[in-house]
């Protein structure tokens, strides 16, 4: 192997993730190179080996190390082969190693990846094979990577030196559930003014600390710990230029520093978190990290911080990367979350800097510090930014007598008009599950249901927030949200933690079936009348009980009643079965009739909850328009009851055609009036609210149109939130 002391300089590109170019240009003219240009892969500068080694070692922001081997234009597949096949490659590692292509860009004649690695990879193989009669291997994890960038028309091909990313340390083999790459973190601590803050003897709290990342590379800041000294391969190691002594004293070096700056180190770390699972990792992490006595891991909510006052007087700074609400679901959790890292901050730490890393800048307004610096960051394919906030100022600190200030006042005041009647409404007639708000004050455009837990008692509130028209802002929108979320907990008592979001959309097709992503299963019992009913706020789009219906259920129980036990009651569009469920409870024998399986196992389980034998009553899964038309052909008219809830529109797949519900009422109607007996009702309602019923067409029948008797008192502002109507046969 070459001896590279005697070469003076070569080039390098640095690549790192997007944002962080200036960062770690300043980082390479710390460790000795000279800085030539940033590029849109990273840094591109010169060194020699010596110095390309202490980049390995001490470099905190880089990806990865390449070392520039050609650089070629290409027009097409055969060029690109040529490119490849004409570099010395032998002179770059032996044939005895194993390698792999990394191959990123594509051109009108290379439009895949995987195509443009295999024709790179052809011509090292032909150029080993014309010079030595032999061919190295290839290996997804081969002794050796080598980096094809394809961008303009010009084929660049690179050595990778330090082979895997540098952002993997080596301590972090539990990564918790949200992690941050270690370089970006390390990016987040500079730009915050770690390394300041540590001159000043300053200390660190992260109240949101996961698996510790953040933590542990501020703690090898503090440390003076190398990020690579872990790493147990290097890209480097069958590399042709290879100085394995050269090496060895950077990494004596390096061991040196850390059990100098470890035995030095004055700075105290802190990290809390509420999870018992993120603590286990950071715990794990920290002691493969070497810092496992230099950090304080405790498990502690952020309403429940604590420092030491002795800490908090010596000064230092908060950073942490909490939670920015990717999912819908999440919202309802974060916007109190920001609230109660506020609160903590200002009681506990006025006087310390605050850094925020956040996807999610309305969440962040929550916290009343003075706005410093902002950076921009991407963590993966999510926008960022880092937030740094001053030490509070006088009106900041300011204690405040609510959380609800600002517009958002409007909301919670009619939040509580609402509440003193309803509640008192619901207990008087025992209902557990009502509509408290329904975008009563149109900037707040969301509806919210509390929905109580019959055996534990404990609240939830069903929040749907309606999609505003594309002529509102979306930030403002999302501002609007947010802070809806923080005043429920406040206005309502129910806990952020059961708070669930949803977006009311449109739904048609097999989509109002599907589960919502990224939740949980929980149902629980709500009472209504007679009937104990499962509700499930976080799986579904709907949570298994439509409100707005609950007098027409009610009716259909009293009326039931009042029929000769073992009546029969038909269900079309049954849902969850809840009005059979009524029927069968107050003694009639039910038919009901759903196309989703997933509902009907449903309503068998309402059955159940009510010691119901599901033997005597019917469950089909069917397309109601096509059952209809099959059992109308029966001559033997068999129902008592029916009740017909179809939806505005469907057209899933389940389905022959498509079903509109103005469309196809009247078709709908007689062919359920046609199973009915002769002194029986027909139900009809549906939510379409400019419905006109055909009466011309169905002029044989008594209709009464009884809408405004089966809108409930907690839907009062919308008394068109569907139409209902009583059809019998007229009398002859």
Same mark, same amino acid.
């Given at each position: 192997?070459?001896?590279?002391?005697?070469?003076?300089?070569?080039?390098?590109?640095?690549?790192?993730?997007?944002?962080?170019?200036?960062?770690?240009?300043?980082?390479?003219?710390?460790?000795?190179?000279?800085?030539?240009?940033?590029?849109?892969?990273?840094?591109?500068?010169?060194?020699?080996?010596?110095?390309?080694?202490?980049?390995?070692?001490?470099?905190?922001?880089?990806?990865?190390?390449?070392?520039?081997?050609?650089?070629?234009?290409?027009?097409?597949?055969?060029?690109?082969?040529?490119?490849?096949?004409?570099?010395?490659?032998?002179?770059?590692?032996?044939?005895?190693?194993?390698?792999?292509?990394?191959?990123?860009?594509?051109?009108?004649?290379?439009?895949?990846?995987?195509?443009?690695?295999?024709?790179?990879?052809?011509?090292?193989?032909?150029?080993?094979?014309?010079?030595?009669?032999?061919?190295?291997?290839?290996?997804?994890?081969?002794?050796?990577?080598?980096?094809?960038?394809?961008?303009?028309?010009?084929?660049?091909?690179?050595?990778?030196?330090?082979?895997?990313?540098?952002?993997?340390?080596?301590?972090?083999?539990?990564?918790?559930?949200?992690?941050?790459?270690?370089?970006?973190?390390?990016?987040?601590?500079?730009?915050?003014?770690?390394?300041?803050?540590?001159?000043?003897?300053?200390?660190?709290?992260?109240?949101?600390?996961?698996?510790?990342?953040?933590?542990?590379?501020?703690?090898?800041?503090?440390?003076?710990?190398?990020?690579?000294?872990?790493?147990?391969?290097?890209?480097?190691?069958?590399?042709?230029?290879?100085?394995?002594?050269?090496?060895?004293?950077?990494?004596?070096?390096?061991?040196?520093?850390?059990?100098?700056?470890?035995?030095?180190?004055?700075?105290?770390?802190?990290?809390?978190?509420?999870?018992?699972?993120?603590?286990?990792?950071?715990?794990?992490?920290?002691?493969?990290?070497?810092?496992?006595?230099?950090?304080?891991?405790?498990?502690?909510?952020?309403?429940?911080?604590?420092?030491?006052?002795?800490?908090?007087?010596?000064?230092?700074?908060?950073?942490?990367?909490?939670?920015?609400?990717?999912?819908?679901?999440?919202?309802?959790?974060?916007?109190?979350?920001?609230?109660?890292?506020?609160?903590?901050?200002?009681?506990?730490?006025? @006087?310390?800097?605050?850094? +925020?890393?956040?996807?999610?800048? !309305?969440?962040? /307004?929550?916290? $009343? *510090?003075? &706005? =410093?610096?902002?950076?921009?960051?991407?963590?993966?394919?999510?926008?960022?930014?880092?937030?740094?906030?001053?030490?509070?100022?006088?009106?900041?600190?300011?204690?405040?007598?609510?959380?609800?200030?600002?517009?958002?006042?409007?909301?919670?005041?009619?939040?509580?008009?609402?509440?003193?009647?309803?509640?008192?409404?619901?207990?008087?007639?025992?209902?557990?599950?009502?509509?408290?708000?329904?975008?009563?004050?149109?900037?707040?455009?969301?509806?919210?249901?509390?929905?109580?837990?019959?055996?534990?008692?404990?609240?939830?509130? @069903?929040?749907?927030?309606? +999609?505003?028209?594309?002529?509102? !802002?979306?930030? /403002?929108?999302? $501002? *609007?949200? &947010? =802070?809806?979320?923080?005043?429920?907990?406040?206005?309502?008592?129910?806990?952020?933690?059961?708070?669930?979001?949803?977006?009311?959309?449109?739904?048609?097709?097999?989509?109002?079936?599907?589960?919502?992503?990224?939740?949980?299963?929980?149902?629980?019992?709500?009472?209504?009348?007679?009937?104990?009913?499962?509700?499930?706020?976080?799986?579904?789009?709907?949570?298994?009980?439509?409100?707005?219906?609950?007098?027409?259920?009610?009716?259909?129980?009293?009326?039931?009643?009042?029929?000769?036990?073992?009546?029969?009651?038909?269900?079309?569009?049954?849902?969850?079965? +809840?009005?059979?469920?009524?029927?069968?409870?107050?003694?009639?024998?039910?038919?009901?009739? =759903?196309?989703?399986?997933?509902?009907?196992?449903?309503?068998?389980?309402?059955?159940?909850?009510?010691?119901?034998?599901?033997?005597?009553?019917?469950?089909?899964?069917?397309?109601?328009?096509?059952?209809?038309?099959?059992?109308?052909?029966?001559?033997?008219?068999?129902?008592?009851?029916?009740?017909?809830?179809?939806?505005?529109?469907?057209?899933?797949?389940?389905?022959?055609?498509?079903?509109?519900?103005?469309?196809?009422?009247?078709?709908?109607?007689?062919?359920?009036?046609?199973?009915?007996?002769?002194?029986?009702?027909?139900?009809?309602?549906?939510?379409?609210?400019?419905?006109?019923?055909?009466?011309?067409?169905?002029?044989?029948?008594?209709?009464?149109?009884?809408?405004?008797?089966?809108?409930?008192?907690?839907?009062?502002?919308?008394?068109?939130?569907?139409?209902?109507?009583?059809?019998?046969?007229?009398?002859?």
């Amino acid at each position: 192997m070459q001896n590279e002391s005697s070469v003076p300089k070569m080039r390098w590109l640095a690549a790192c993730p997007k944002g962080i170019e200036p960062l770690l240009a300043a980082e390479i003219r710390d460790l000795g190179g000279e800085v030539e240009r940033e590029t849109h892969l990273g840094v591109l500068w010169q060194g020699d080996l010596q110095t390309a080694y202490r980049f390995c070692l001490w470099t905190r922001l880089a990806s990865r190390l390449l070392f520039p081997l050609h650089e070629s234009q290409v027009d097409n597949v055969d060029q690109l082969y040529e490119v490849a096949r004409a570099v010395d490659w032998q002179t770059v590692f032996p044939v005895g190693a194993s390698f792999r292509i990394d191959f990123h860009g594509k051109t009108d004649f290379v439009r895949n990846t995987q195509f443009g690695a295999q024709r790179v990879k052809d011509g090292i193989v032909d150029c080993f094979r014309d010079e030595l009669g032999a061919r190295p291997s290839v290996d997804k994890d081969g002794d050796v990577r080598i980096e094809a960038q394809l961008r303009k028309g010009k084929l660049a091909l690179y050595f990778n030196v330090s082979g895997d990313s540098l952002h993997r340390r080596g301590y972090r083999l539990q990564p918790g559930k949200a992690p941050l790459k270690e370089n970006l973190a390390a990016a987040i601590l500079i730009r915050s003014g770690w390394p300041e803050t540590l001159k000043e003897g300053g200390h660190l709290v992260d109240p949101m600390c996961g698996s510790g990342t953040l933590l542990i590379e501020a703690g090898m800041m503090a440390a003076d710990i190398a990020p690579g000294l872990n790493r147990q391969k290097w890209g480097f190691e069958r590399w042709q230029r290879h100085n394995r002594k050269m090496w060895i004293e950077q990494v004596e070096e390096a061991r040196q520093r850390r059990t100098d700056g470890l035995a030095a180190m004055s700075n105290r770390l802190y990290g809390f978190d509420i999870d018992p699972e993120q603590l286990n990792a950071a715990n794990k992490n920290l002691e493969r990290s070497g810092l496992k006595d230099k950090v304080h891991l405790e498990r502690r909510s952020i309403e429940n911080l604590r420092i030491q006052k002795e800490t908090a007087e010596q000064g230092g700074m908060v950073v942490c990367n909490p939670p920015y609400g990717e999912r819908l679901s999440e919202l309802p959790q974060l916007a109190p979350l920001y609230q109660d890292f506020n609160d903590a901050t200002l009681r506990l730490l006025p @006087h310390w800097k605050l850094a +925020v890393f956040t996807g999610n800048t !309305d969440l962040s /307004k929550s916290i $009343r *510090r003075p &706005l =410093d610096k902002q950076y921009r960051f991407m963590n993966g394919k999510i926008q960022t930014r880092l937030l740094v906030l001053g030490a509070a100022d006088e009106k900041s600190s300011a204690p405040a007598p609510s959380r609800i200030r600002g517009p958002v006042e409007a909301f919670a005041n009619r939040l509580k008009k609402n509440l003193k009647p309803l509640n008192k409404w619901a207990k008087r007639e025992s209902i557990q599950a009502y509509r408290i708000y329904d975008a009563d004050i149109p900037e707040y455009a969301v509806a919210v249901d509390l929905y109580r837990d019959f055996n534990s008692e404990a609240e939830w509130l @069903h929040v749907q927030e309606y +999609v505003p028209p594309k002529s509102i !802002d979306e930030e /403002k929108a999302e $501002r *609007r949200l &947010l =802070d809806v979320l923080a005043a429920l907990p406040e206005v309502t008592g129910v806990a952020a933690e059961q708070i669930i979001l949803k977006r009311r959309e449109r739904q048609s097709g097999k989509r109002q079936y599907e589960k919502q992503q990224d939740v949980e299963s929980r149902r629980f019992e709500v009472i209504e009348g007679q009937a104990k009913v499962l509700v499930n706020l976080k799986d579904y789009l709907d949570t298994g009980l439509f409100l707005d219906h609950r007098p027409t259920r009610l009716d259909i129980a009293k009326r039931c009643v009042a029929l000769p036990k073992g009546s029969r009651m038909l269900n079309l569009f049954c849902y969850t079965a +809840v009005g059979s469920l009524h029927a069968a409870i107050a003694g009639a024998k039910t038919t009901s009739v =759903d196309m989703s399986r997933t509902y009907l196992n449903w309503g068998k389980d309402n059955f159940t909850a009510n010691d119901l034998k599901i033997s005597d009553h019917e469950f089909i899964q069917a397309d109601c328009m096509q059952w209809l038309k099959d059992a109308a052909q029966d001559s033997e008219a068999k129902y008592d009851l029916i009740f017909m809830d179809p939806p505005t529109f469907s057209n899933s797949k389940r389905m022959e055609g498509v079903l509109d519900v103005q469309r196809d009422h009247v078709q709908l109607i007689q062919d359920a009036m046609a199973l009915l007996k002769p002194d029986g009702l027909l139900i009809f309602s549906n939510n379409y609210r400019k419905f006109e019923i055909d009466n011309e067409a169905l002029a044989d029948f008594d209709i009464q149109n009884v809408s405004h008797k089966s809108v409930p008192q907690d839907f009062a502002r919308r008394k068109n939130i569907h139409m209902c109507f009583h059809i019998r046969r007229k009398a002859s």
